[in-house]
Structures are given as C-alpha cells and as structure tokens.
C-alpha cells in the first residue's frame, strides 16, 4: 500500500468517526481516481454516501460495485451490494427484480421470490400495474404449481387490464389445486372463472374470439376423474359435474348429456341436487327427478330431510316439469307450510333468507363490509333489532370480525309479500342468474353437524340456512380454535403441532395469526430455530426491519446456542440488520457468534467488511 494511498484512507476513516460523512465520501473519491478498481474502496465510497444522505449517489455505487464483484467471481459480494442497493431505493420494483434475477442465479429461489413480492409491493406504491404484474408472472414462473402465487396473478392481471391473463391464472389454479387433492378449492376457482364468462363475453373482435378459444380449451382439459375422494368418490363426481357445468355454459348441450350419463356414484345430497340442476336445465326432467328422489333417500339416512326439501323445491319450482316426474308420494311434491312470518320460530322469507346466505358467505370470505352493508339493506322490520334471532345472531358475527357494532339499518318502508310465486327476489335485484351462478353454502339439521356443502338454487330465491358460529371475544388465534371446533395445544410438548398450523396458515396468507403461533414456539424446543427465522422473514417482508432485528435478538437470547441452520441464517440477518440500523457493537456481537458457530459460511468475508467500514 502507497504512503499516499494510507494517508488518504487514515483522512477518510477520521472523518467518518467525526461523523463528516461528507468528507470521509470526498476522500474516498479521491482515491478512487488513483485506484479505480479497488473494491474495498469503493464499497467504503458507497457506505459513506449512504450516511451523508446522498442515497441516489450511494444506490449507483453499489450497483456498480455489485456488477465489479460478479464480474470478479464473487457472487456474495456482489449480492450484498446489490442488497445495500436495493435498500437505497425501496421502491424501485427493477432493482428488485435484477437482485432476484441475481438470487436466482445462485439457486436461491425462495429469496428470489420473497424480492419478487417486495418488487410487486413496490411497484403497487408507485402505481405501476404493468410493473406489478411483470413481478407477479416471474413468481409464478419460479413456482407454477403455487396456488398461492396463481391467484395474486389472477388479480394483478385484472388490476392491469389483462383480462385474458386473469382467465389463464384461474384455470391454472384450479388445476393447481387438483393436483393437490384440493376438490373444494378447484371447483370454487373453476366456479369463479365460469361466472365471469358472460361479461368477458362481450369483448369484440380478437378479444372475443381469444375469450371463446381459452373457455373452451379449459373445459377440454378438465379431467374425467379426479381419484376417488371420501364415501361415494365424491371428488369424481364434483368435477363430472363441473365439466357438464361448462359444457352447458358454453352452449355444447350434447357434450354435456354425454358426460351426466351414468350414476352418478356419489353418496352426498347436494351432488343429487346439482345433478337434478343440469338436467332440467337440459329439458330431461325424468332424470332430474331421478337424481332429487336418490338425493332425498340419502338426506333421510343422513338426518338433513328438512333442508334438503327446501333446496329441492327451489329447483321444482324453477323447472315446474319436474314434479310431474316424481314418484307418487312423493315427499318432494310439497314443502310443508312454514311457521308464522314472526317470532323467534318463524320461517324466514325467501328473499330475507337469500340475504343472509348472501351476508354469511361474504363474511367467511372475510368482506367484512360488504356483509355489513348487505345486513344494513334489510327491508322494513327485518332490520330491526330483534326481528329474528338468525339477523341478530349473523350482525353479532359481522360486528365481531369488524371490530365495532353494526347498527340495525333504519326501516326502509312496508315490507314485501312473503310465501307467493313470483314475489320474492334476489338478494340484489338484478336479472335471473345464469345456471352456474351457484355458492357452496354449509346445512345444518338440528342436531346434526354442518358438513354438507348445498348448491343454492341458481336465482338465489330458496337458499339454504347456514348454523351460525357466536363470536368469540378473545384474540385471533383463539378464534381460529373456536371456528375450527377445538382447543389449540399449548405448552412445550404441543411445540410441534402449533408449528405445523402456523406453517398451513402461512401457506394460506394468514400471516397476523401465524404469526401469534410462532411466536408461541420461541420456547428453546426443537421448533425453536425455524419459527423464529419464519417471524423474521414475515416482519422483513412487511418492511419492518425494526421488529425483524428485535425478534431475532429475542431469539438469540432464548434459544440453544447449537448451529441449526435457521439459527446461523438469523444471525446473518441480525448482523445486517444492526448494520443498518448503526448499532455497530450489536452487529459485532452477532458477527462473532457467526463465526464461532459457522466459520465456514460464505457471507462472513462481506460482512466482516461491512462491520470494518461502518
């Protein structure tokens, strides 16, 4: 090293203890005039700028100096710069996109796409869509098969105006949740996307004929069978009936009769109730009825007789040619007249019922408002307190999950006929649903457990009650427990158990309450280490770097001192984490641990170098 060389970096290493960033930067630009390729001073250069606020100056530094270290054959290195960079500007969606190009390159593909999702975050802050949606299509690129990823997709391509993307996504997903052995999941996304079929319909041109060419291409693909699921291969027989759902929708009447041909084989009610569906709809109403007396013998034997009969009269009197089908004596012929209009036992109008079905889906799809809103529009007294117990018992519901009352709606004048043909409506008034505007809702006899998925009828006029769930006053894991029906484990030997739901709520994006499990779990067991590196991973995706450095100090102060790989990339983190936040003794701290407990880990050369010019 120069005597002028030494001199220089002695001048800057002053200034920068003074804190005169501003000088320390100066002089390392000096010397860079020197020693162009120096990385070390380069990368001294960048930090430098950083602390002098001069982020702009210091983001292109780092770039470079990241692109000199990959160059040089140190693709650590020119990872963290690339890292420092990116930090620079947070909302640069291309930045963070070239940093996962450049994890990717390293085989990193969870990093790779934990910095697609901030590219995607970024790019929404800057109202970018284009952007957004760029990101989002890598990520599903790194993961094809990720249900979680193909439906983010399928909204950013709606956000961006790409609606023949949306439908590609939603056909994918469905697929995706097949091969999972997710039926429920793969009908609902197949529902979703033949739901929207009319409006995408009315694009022109290229447009239209791209729509009609993809609906028809999903429908082909749909498998025959699904294997065997359940009592009956109840999965089969959902996706038979779903195929014969799309055959219809698209006009292909023969393909569908061809595919309802057959038994069924199905031992649940509401596969009997969607099957009487589709061949009404296809004017065969001998075989509707067929399919309604078969379902009706298997509610009998399952002790939900009263709420299958409602839901069959629906469709009997939307296809009116069915009753004369059935049997003699039929228990279907008629539905027992209900109880009075009022009262705790009152049977509730058609189009009140509808509402609350309406209101009670959206809630379990956590639309909050939306049900609220559909509670506030009851008509006349059905908006009152106390009007029937079902209102009251779902708007308790509703203020639960919002967090405040709900205030019963003001009444909105007389109230409608009840109990004639032809005077009750949609939840919302609009014209006639087509026959696959159906929503899956749970049925419950007295006494009996509500595990009996129902098609409603397809204008919505007869649906079927759903048991209601009291609210639980306690915290969002606790609730979780009382909706799923049992106590959640607690205590050290239950750590694994507690670990595993956290991971399915994750896996599902319901990161507020895994994240109350996890941390249940910084306990010292075995679930130690990987709960804490999920929290921080969690926090850092929130842009929470604060909370992330907290929780893994936390962890490093409770957990066993073992070089579990979660527990050596949390000190990684927490060295750089501190770093970052100008606490150079805590970041030292970590750094030596590190490198007692991994001596051999690619990332201490860097680090190292970054404690040196802090």
């Known amino acids: 090293m120069s005597a002028e060389r030494q001199r220089i970096l002695a001048e800057a290493a002053a200034a920068a203890r003074r ?16 020693y162009p390729r120096d990385l070390l001073v380069r990368q001294r250069f960048g930090d430098a700028l ?4 001069r982020a702009e100056e210091a983001r292109a530094v780092f770039e470079a100096l990241a692109e000199s270290y990959r160059e040089a054959g140190h693709p650590q290195r020119a990872l963290a710069a690339l890292r420092r960079a990116v930090n620079l500007s947070p909302d640069d969606p291309e930045l963070r996109e070239r940093l996962a190009a450049r994890l990717l390159e390293r085989g990193l593909k969870r990093e790779a796409r934990a910095a697609l999702e901030e590219a995607v975050a970024a790019a929404h802050r800057a109202g970018d869509s284009q952007a957004a949606l760029r990101s989002r299509r890598e990520v599903v690129r790194l993961f094809p098969e990720d249900r979680e990823a193909l439906a983010a997709l399928a909204e950013e391509a709606e956000a961006a105006g790409e609606p023949l993307a949306a439908w590609g996504a939603r056909w ?26 009319p409006a995408a319909a009315t694009c022109d041109g290229e447009v239209a ?44 009447r023969k393909a569908a009769e061809e595919i309802l041909e057959g038994d069924l084989s199905a031992e649940e009610p509401a596969l009997h109730l969607w099957s009487a569906r589709l061949f009404a709809a296809l004017g065969r109403e001998v075989d509707a009825a067929a399919a309604l007396s078969k379902g009706a013998e298997l509610a009998r034997a399952g002790g939900t007789s009263e709420t299958y009969r409602t839901a069959a009269a629906a469709i009997i009197q939307r296809f009116p040619g069915i009753e004369a089908a059935l049997p003699p004596g039929s228990s279907l012929r008629a539905v027992p007249a209900g109880a009075p209009d009022r009262g705790p036992s009152a049977r509730l109008p058609e189009e009140i019922e509808a509402r609350l079905v309406e209101a009670a889906t959206m809630l379990e799809h956590g639309l909050v408002e939306p049900a609220a809103e559909v509670l506030g529009s009851l008509p006349g007294d059905w908006g009152r307190k106390g009007a029937h117990p079902r209102i009251d018992a779902l708007r308790r519901r509703v203020a639960a999950a919002a967090g405040v009352a709900v205030e019963p709606a003001t009444p909105r004048g007389a109230e409608p006929p009840r109990g004639q043909p032809g005077t009750v409506g949609p ?12 929503v899956v809702v749970l049925i419950e006899d007295e006494g009996e457990s509500a595990d009996e998925p129902v098609p409603e009828a397809a204008t919505r006029t ?15 894991v606790d609730r979780l427990a009382i909706y799923l029906g049992e106590e959640l484990p607690s205590g050290p030997e239950h750590a694994e158990t507690r670990y595993q739901m956290a991971i399915g709520l994750l896996e599902m994006g319901l990161e507020g309450q895994a994240a109350e499990l996890l941390a249940g779990c910084l306990d010292g067991g075995p679930r130690h280490w990987d709960a804490a590196l999920e929290l921080v991973r969690g926090q850092l995706r929130k842009g929470r770097s604060g909370r992330a450095l907290e929780t893994a100090r936390r962890a490093l102060e409770t957990g066993p001192a073992d070089a579990n790989p979660a527990r050596v990339e949390i000190l990684v983190t927490a060295t750089r984490l501190a770093l970052e936040a100008g606490k150079k003794a805590e970041a030292e701290r970590h750094l030596a641990e590190l490198t007692r407990t991994a001596p051999e880990h690619p990332g201490l050369e860097i680090l190292r170098s970054l404690c040196e010019a802090s």
Request: proline share 8%; with cysteine; hydrophobic share 45%.
């Open 19 to 34: 804190g005169d960033f501003a000088a320390a930067a100066e002089s390392y630009r000096k010397l860079l005039t020197s």
């Open 50 to 53: 950083a602390r002098a606020g």
């Open 172 to 197: 994918r997903l469905a697929a995706a949740h097949a091969a999972a052995g997710e039926l429920d999941a793969a009908l609902e996304a197949l529902k979703t996307a033949l739901r929207s079929i």
């Open 209 to 252: 004929d791209a729509v009609g060419a993809l609906v028809s291409a999903g429908c082909e693909s749909l498998p025959a069978e699904a294997g065997e699921e359940g009592e009956g291969g109840s999965a089969a027989a959902g996706w038979r009936l779903l195929r014969a759902e799309f055959a219809l929708a698209l006009g292909r």
């Open 427 to 438: 939840a919302r008034p609009s014209p006639p649903a087509p026959d696959d505007d159906d």
């Open 462 to 476: 007869q649906p079927i009650p759903v048991p209601e769930i009291e609210p639980a006053e306690t915290g969002s």
